[in-house]
């Protein structure tokens, strides 16, 4: 990898990173600090790891069974989808579906070019 590549690989994360802060920032702001559905949604797609769980696995590994779950809960679709749903069901899941954008940014960014390179490394 050539310095060129890094920087904007750097700047990439970077940007990325500031964007899921905002985002997660945003949501709670939003539900209100007190509402439940923001904090859920920011920690709950991760509990497609506790499902990937097994043994014989290698450190970091997710098994099999779990890398679909995994990679369908952090994409832009299911925030996309939260978000339109809120209104009607209220500004709490609004607060949510900024929640979970957060929360997937972040992970791609660990993972560029998205949360599918984790299908390959599995």
Do not use: E
């Amino acid at each position: 990898m050539n310095a060129a590549t890094v920087r904007n690989t750097m700047f990439r994360r970077a940007a990325f990173g500031l964007g899921a802060a905002a985002a997660g920032a945003a949501g709670v702001m939003v539900a209100g600090v007190s509402a439940w559905q923001p904090w859920v949604f920011l920690i709950a797609p991760d509990l497609a790891v506790a499902f990937g769980m097994g043994r014989g696995l290698k450190p970091g590994q997710l098994h099999p069974r779990a890398v679909p779950l995994y990679n369908a809960l952090h994409v832009l679709a299911g925030p996309a989808v939260l978000a339109v749903a809120a209104w009607w069901l209220g500004r709490p899941w609004l607060g949510a579906a900024l929640a979970w954008c957060a929360h997937a940014r972040t992970r791609s960014c660990r993972s560029w070019p998205g949360p599918t390179a984790i299908s390959a490394a599995c």
